[in-house]
């Protein structure tokens, strides 16, 4: 096994093993990726005002994201077929996250149902909800987190209609994965992954199998989404959705500065600022550029977790500098389970905490609570 030293190494192990139209599902964006690589470049572009001559030992990473201890400011974001990047990867990354002391997010769109990971943990996890055209399947899946004792329900808002995503659209994305003449000789290449996710516990939609028609069908992932996902998704939705819910809920996709306002009305926990990682509306504002004038507009009202191109714990400390209170990693977390299973989900979040935690001493911080704009330079 080659030294790894950082995310970028894990996601390198994992474009060499994992199938490539599962791979590209998790590293693309939609259309010309214009705001997939902003997440990225406009979080290298912050730069950490090194401090010295204070003293920064005993430091902590410790804090809590919407009422959860966590042992650094992180939760796993909810990432759609999951369980494709690694056989049962939906529990492996549940298991790992509790182990490490993070919340863990089981998307709806996750290949291990609600059940099976409620069955592998001792602890509660989050679950995120789609709300679909059938508003009583959307309810069936809320009262099945309930009975999985789900700690908090992530409704996510961007997904009213799907943002073409060029690469999966060319590589015949299918759930479960179908093969064509290119996907055939690219599986040969990677035997060790097709006979991993064979043995897997499922290979389509766990939470969606006999539930809605054609979820498990060979048909191409974009047309059924296409003929899924509500575009009349509102706000009086989400009321509803809180009325049935009960417990903690976590509002994702917001990144303007209105629609937060609005959300700070709903008797929502938190919000998550997030585009989607870049693989819904192409052109937008990056989620970090997004994230200063929200947190100054509600941050008093409402907790904000931020969403968006962290790949390093250095990224996690400049969320935290511009209002966040904790931080969602997705394509870090697949990278990193489709590289090594448990073991990678594990190793990723070593790195993560590592990396926050001297970034942390070389900005002069004890505490990863301190961290505010002082701890970055002026543009």
């Given at each position: ?14 474009k060499?093993?994992?199938?490539k139209?599962i ?50 400011p ?48 001792a ?20 009262e ?28 015949g ?21 097709a006979?991993n ?39 009086d ?23 937060a ?110 961290a ?8």
């Open positions: 096994m080659p030294v790894v030293t950082n995310i970028e190494d894990l996601r390198q192990l994992a060499k093993r994992v199938a139209a791979f590209d599902y998790v590293d693309r964006g939609s259309y010309e990726e214009v705001t997939l690589h902003a997440n990225k470049n406009d979080l290298d572009a912050l730069k950490f005002r090194q401090r010295v001559a204070i003293n920064v030992d005993q430091r902590s990473t410790r804090s809590s994201m919407v009422g959860q201890e966590v042992t650094m992180v939760a796993i974001a909810p990432v759609g077929l999951t369980g494709l990047n690694w056989a049962d990867g939906e529990i492996l990354g549940a298991r790992a996250a509790e182990k490490f002391g993070i919340p863990f997010t089981l998307s709806t769109m996750s290949i291990c149902s609600i059940e099976d990971v409620a069955s592998a943990v602890k509660p996890f989050w679950f995120q909800l789609y709300v679909m055209r059938d508003r009583g399947f959307a309810a069936s899946l809320i099945r987190a309930k009975a999985a004792r789900c700690s908090a329900l992530v409704l996510t808002l961007d997904l009213q209609i799907q943002g073409q995503r060029h690469q999966d659209l060319k590589n994305l299918a759930v479960p994965p179908r093969l064509t003449l290119g996907s055939f000789f690219d599986v040969l290449q990677k035997p060790s992954w006979l996710v064979l043995g897997g516990k499922r290979r389509s939609f766990g939470n969606l199998e006999g539930q809605v028609k054609g979820a498990d069908s060979l048909t191409t992932l974009s047309q059924w989404i296409a003929g899924q996902f509500d575009p009349t998704l509102s706000w939705d989400v009321a509803w959705v809180k009325e049935r819910w009960g417990g903690k809920l976590i509002l994702k996709g917001i990144l303007d500065v209105e629609d306002k609005i959300a700070a009305t709903t008797g929502a926990d938190a919000i998550v600022v997030s585009n989607h990682g870049g693989r819904q509306l192409d052109g937008t504002v990056s989620s970090i550029r997004a994230l200063p004038e929200i947190a100054a507009a509600v941050g008093e009202r409402i907790e904000i977790l931020f969403d968006g191109g962290i790949q390093s714990g250095q990224d996690v400390l400049r969320a935290l500098a511009l209002g966040a209170k904790g931080t969602m990693i997705g394509k870090a977390f697949a990278w990193s389970l489709g590289a090594m299973g448990e073991a990678g989900v594990t190793k990723g979040l070593e790195i993560l905490r590592n990396e926050l935690d001297v970034t942390m001493a070389l900005c002069g911080l004890k505490d990863v609570k301190e505010s704009p002082a701890i970055l330079r002026r543009a």
